[in-house]
């Protein structure tokens, strides 16, 4: 891989848009130049920032501390122009078995109501990779360029500080082997293979249990099917029973019917006559609910009708009586003023009795109340009203009643009659037979039906002791099975043992010699170590002198320890199979002149096809930057200046 270019848009201090070519050819140095302060750690963050994301090792330590570093990375010039938007850009060359591409990969952060968005997107020849899903393509870039191998490709003073000193030095050296030369991955593989194994015989331990499970479900599944061969007999003979005992009463049934014809068609005589009798019943019931709707309360209180038609027929007479007093009245007067009549006394005295008499009844009549004060009209039609009903459908009513009484009485007797069977014992021992049949015939229906729910019972268990039966016989089957897979394992636990032995040796072989290659070019003269190995055992670092004896590496002086590490990482750079190219921020700061030398004429040149180094005046001066000048395909100045934060060139070159 090499970087071919890289934009910085309102990161940290670079504020804006910044662009920087960092293609290398045979000239394989990018030279970087600034004093602290000026934005040089922030080019190598950028960069591993747009490469690896919440995955930077500097970021990832803490909860929501991606979140807080991506928030205080924003450059704080920028809001006050209110660009929210800031992203790092990065055109990258891929060189690999299969394909030389080049990708371009962009990670911007918008801040909207004070949430940040991240959007990741790779391009390759210019077009978005759309046929890696989005949440992928991270682990498509890891795939191309490895978290663990960046550790040791972009570094600056304090990882060479963190590789020499303190207790975690080895730790982080031995991890480091490990990773490079592919020894991890087979530990890794030789412990899941390790707990694969332990589970399969814990596992296996279970067999005889397997067993004893499979006998005893098949003893199970043995009863249940020699119980229902017993049923499934049982129904075969209930039902040659049940066929028997049918046909014998189909014989005696039509032997009862021919000794019971007569009786038989006198029945059914019997009950076309009671079909008559119910239809002339049926008729007079309605007759009756005719007149008992409209006419039944004038019946009912027929005596009260009876009250009311005298006091109606008396109160016709009071009113009558009187008009007569009236006209009597009137009819007097016009006596006494006639004088002619006056003077015949006897005839006077015959109008006068005859109306005292008239005089004495209309008194007698006028004495009684009147209840109802109706008129004429209403009186004769209360009066025809009652009359009819009384009179009428009293008598209609009543001879009904008698015709429905002797109706029932005719279908009573003969119903009755129906029900009266001829007590001949012929007869009689033909329907006990037949009685008796018909009750075999249930019982016998019901004992079939019995064995037929077991059977169904018995054999849905069956199917279930069935599954489980075959689960089993998969088990031990799979147990045998895991006794192939055991040996195997072991057979490949012991290939990775050999195999990794061989990959130490060889491969450490091939360190040490990278390594021992390496510091041999870089120390001086009077330095102490003349060659470096590592241990096969526990992969630990041992210095030997000029006598073969080994050094603590301790006593080596500060110089020495830190083109130690450059030599180690060199090493590892080189069994990588990698092309990564080397990023160095402030490599040469603890150095002293001869060792700066040495580093800058032999390890820069040859340490990777693309090298990218962070300096300041005091690491590479003048002459520093003449002893690299051949190598170096192009330079930049990074300043305080916020308008004009980068200019190509070295300062101190010149």
């Given at each position: 891989?090499?970087?071919?270019?890289?934009?910085?848009?309102?990161f940290?201090?670079?504020?804006g848009y910044?662009?920087?070519?960092l293609?290398?050819n045979e000239?394989?140095?990018?030279?970087?130049?600034?004093?602290?302060?000026?934005?040089?750690?922030s080019i190598?963050?950028?960069?591993?920032?747009c490469?690896?994301?919440?995955?930077?090792?500097?970021?990832?330590?803490?909860?929501?501390?991606?979140?807080?570093?991506?928030?205080?990375?924003k450059?704080?010039n920028?809001?006050?122009?209110?660009?929210?938007?800031y992203?790092?850009?990065?055109?990258?060359?891929?060189?690999?078995?299969?394909?030389?591409?080049?990708l371009?990969?962009?990670?911007?952060?918008?801040?909207?109501?004070k949430?940040?968005?991240?959007?990741?997107?790779?391009y390759?020849?210019?077009?978005p990779?759309?046929?890696?899903?989005?949440?992928?393509l991270?682990?498509?870039?890891?795939?191309?360029?490895p978290?663990?191998?960046s550790?040791?490709?972009?570094?600056?003073?304090?990882?060479?500080?963190e590789?020499?000193?303190?207790?975690?030095?080895?730790?982080?050296?031995?991890?480091?082997?490990?990773?490079?030369?592919?020894?991890?991955?087979y530990?890794?593989?030789?412990?899941d293979l390790?707990?694969?194994?332990?589970?399969?015989?814990?596992k296996?331990?279970?067999r005889?249990?397997?067993?004893?499970?499979?006998?005893?479900?098949?003893?199970?599944k043995?009863?249940?099917?020699?119980?229902?061969?017993?049923?499934?007999?049982?129904i075969?003979?209930?039902?040659n029973?049940?066929?028997e005992?049918?046909?014998?009463?189909?014989?005696?049934?039509?032997?009862?019917k021919?000794?019971?014809g007569?009786?038989?068609?006198?029945?059914q005589?019997?009950?076309?006559?009671?079909?008559?009798l119910?239809?002339?019943?049926?008729?007079?019931?309605?007759?009756?609910?005719?007149?008992?709707?409209?006419?039944?309360?004038?019946?009912?209180?027929?005596?009260?009708?009876?009250k009311?038609?005298?006091?109606?027929k008396?109160?016709?007479k009071?009113?009558?009586?009187?008009?007569?007093?009236?006209?009597?009245?009137?009819?007097?007067?016009?006596?006494n003023?006639n004088?002619?009549?006056?003077?015949?006394?006897?005839?006077?005295?015959?109008?006068?009795?005859?109306?005292?008499?008239?005089k004495?009844?209309i008194?007698?009549?006028?004495?009684?109340?009147?209840l109802?004060?109706?008129?004429?009209?209403?009186?004769?039609?209360?009066?025809?009203v009652?009359?009819?009903?009384?009179k009428?459908?009293?008598?209609?009513?009543?001879?009904l009643l008698?015709?429905?009484?002797k109706l029932?009485?005719?279908?009573?007797?003969?119903?009755?009659?129906?029900?009266?069977?001829?007590h001949?014992?012929?007869?009689?021992?033909?329907?006990?037979?037949?009685?008796?049949?018909?009750?075999?015939?249930?019982?016998l229906?019901?004992?079939?039906?019995?064995?037929?729910?077991?059977?169904v019972?018995?054999?849905?268990?069956?199917?279930?002791?069935?599954?489980?039966?075959?689960?089993?016989?998969g088990?031990?089957?799979?147990?045998?099975?895991?006794?192939?897979?055991?040996?195997?394992l072991?057979?490949?636990?012991?290939?990775?043992?050999?195999?990794?032995e061989?990959?130490?040796?060889?491969?450490?072989n091939?360190?040490?010699?990278?390594?021992?290659?390496?510091?041999?070019?870089?120390?001086?003269?009077?330095?102490?170590?003349?060659?470096?190995?590592?241990?096969?055992?526990?992969?630990?670092?041992q210095?030997?002198?000029?006598?073969?004896?080994?050094?603590?590496?301790?006593?080596?002086?500060e110089?020495?320890?830190?083109?130690?590490?450059l030599?180690?990482?060199?090493?590892?750079s080189?069994?990588?199979?990698?092309?990564?190219?080397l990023?160095?921020?402030?490599?040469?700061?603890?150095?002293?002149?001869?060792?700066?030398?040495?580093i800058?004429?032999?390890?820069?040149?040859?340490?990777?096809?693309?090298?990218?180094?962070?300096?300041?005046?005091?690491?590479?001066?003048s002459k520093?930057?003449?002893?690299?000048?051949?190598?170096?395909?192009?330079?930049?100045?990074?300043?305080?200046?916020?308008?004009?934060?980068?200019?190509?060139?070295?300062?101190?070159?010149?």
């Amino acid at each position: 891989m090499k970087i071919k270019k890289l934009i910085i848009n309102n990161f940290k201090c670079f504020q804006g848009y910044y662009k920087l070519d960092l293609s290398t050819n045979e000239n394989n140095i990018i030279l970087i130049g600034g004093l602290n302060g000026t934005g040089k750690t922030s080019i190598v963050e950028a960069i591993n920032l747009c490469i690896y994301g919440r995955l930077y090792n500097h970021i990832i330590s803490k909860k929501d501390s991606y979140s807080k570093f991506i928030k205080y990375s924003k450059n704080r010039n920028s809001e006050t122009v209110n660009d929210n938007s800031y992203y790092i850009e990065m055109e990258i060359e891929i060189e690999d078995d299969y394909d030389n591409s080049t990708l371009i990969l962009r990670r911007q952060w918008n801040i909207e109501n004070k949430k940040i968005n991240e959007s990741f997107t790779i391009y390759k020849e210019g077009r978005p990779l759309d046929y890696i899903p989005k949440e992928y393509l991270q682990d498509y870039l890891l795939s191309l360029i490895p978290h663990y191998i960046s550790e040791y490709f972009f570094f600056d003073g304090e990882k060479i500080k963190e590789l020499t000193i303190g207790n975690n030095a080895e730790k982080i050296l031995n991890e480091a082997v490990r990773k490079i030369i592919g020894l991890e991955s087979y530990e890794i593989l030789d412990e899941d293979l390790s707990r694969l194994l332990s589970r399969i015989i814990s596992k296996n331990a279970k067999r005889n249990k397997l067993y004893n499970e499979l006998s005893e479900k098949q003893n199970q599944k043995d009863r249940l099917e020699s119980k229902i061969k017993t049923y499934q007999k049982k129904i075969l003979d209930n039902n040659n029973t049940l066929l028997e005992i049918k046909n014998k009463k189909i014989n005696l049934e039509a032997k009862l019917k021919k000794e019971a014809g007569i009786f038989a068609t006198e029945q059914q005589n019997n009950q076309l006559i009671i079909q008559d009798l119910n239809k002339e019943l049926y008729n007079i019931n309605e007759e009756i609910k005719l007149i008992c709707g409209e006419y039944l309360p004038f019946i009912i209180t027929s005596d009260l009708c009876k009250k009311l038609l005298y006091q109606l027929k008396l109160e016709k007479k009071v009113h009558e009586t009187i008009i007569k007093e009236i006209m009597l009245n009137d009819i007097k007067e016009r006596i006494n003023n006639n004088p002619k009549i006056k003077k015949n006394k006897d005839i006077y005295k015959l109008i006068n009795d005859e109306f005292y008499n008239i005089k004495n009844e209309i008194i007698e009549y006028k004495e009684k109340d009147i209840l109802h004060d109706l008129s004429p009209t209403d009186m004769e039609y209360i009066n025809s009203v009652i009359e009819n009903s009384i009179k009428k459908y009293n008598e209609k009513l009543l001879s009904l009643l008698k015709s429905k009484q002797k109706l029932e009485s005719k279908i009573h007797i003969i119903n009755k009659k129906m029900q009266t069977v001829p007590h001949d014992k012929y007869i009689e021992q033909y329907i006990n037979e037949i009685s008796s049949i018909k009750s075999q015939i249930e019982i016998l229906k019901e004992s079939k039906l019995k064995y037929e729910r077991e059977i169904v019972s018995d054999e849905q268990i069956i199917n279930k002791i069935v599954k489980e039966i075959n689960e089993l016989k998969g088990n031990i089957v799979m147990a045998k099975t895991d006794d192939h897979k055991v040996d195997l394992l072991n057979r490949i636990q012991y290939v990775i043992e050999e195999y990794s032995e061989l990959l130490i040796k060889s491969r450490l072989n091939e360190l040490q010699n990278k390594i021992t290659e390496m510091y041999n070019n870089l120390s001086n003269k009077d330095d102490m170590v003349k060659d470096i190995n590592f241990n096969k055992n526990d992969l630990s670092l041992q210095l030997f002198d000029y006598n073969d004896k080994k050094i603590n590496k301790e006593l080596i002086s500060e110089g020495e320890k830190e083109i130690l590490v450059l030599s180690i990482l060199w090493g590892l750079s080189c069994l990588s199979d990698k092309n990564i190219p080397l990023i160095v921020d402030s490599p040469l700061a603890r150095l002293d002149q001869k060792h700066v030398d040495n580093i800058l004429k032999h390890f820069f040149p040859t340490a990777s096809k693309q090298v990218i180094i962070f300096s300041h005046d005091r690491e590479i001066d003048s002459k520093g930057y003449d002893k690299i000048l051949k190598k170096i395909h192009k330079s930049y100045t990074l300043t305080f200046d916020e308008k004009n934060k980068i200019f190509e060139g070295y300062s101190w070159g010149k």
